[in-house]
């Protein structure tokens, strides 16, 4: 199973968002289930560096995945980097709604 943890601070900002583990809804390079949530986060990184200007903002290996936004960033960038991470979260919970089984998606406040 996949599981992703969704970081928020007090203003309700993510943070943070960590994927971790295999979907097993199918063999590897054929599990639509991982290459749905691959995409999801890599658009997301990808957009980050390129949209909002958020370098070096992901680590990634084999099963894991860890996209974080720096303490000190604000303004527009700041804003970018929200919608980003937002829609990232809704086309991550839209992948569990239909595929609960290999998915789940963990939002919390800290």
Known sequence: ??????????????????????????????????????????TAAGALEELAGVKGCYTAEDGYMMISLPDDIKGEQKRTAEIILETTVIGFKQIEMEYGKYISVLDEEV
Do not use: L
């Open 1 to 42: 199973m996949i599981q992703i943890s969704i970081t928020r601070d007090k203003s309700n900002c993510i943070r943070q968002i960590v994927i971790e583990g295999h979907a097993g809804y199918a063999k590897h390079g054929s599990d639509i289930v991982c290459a749905a949530v691959s995409v999801t986060a890599y």
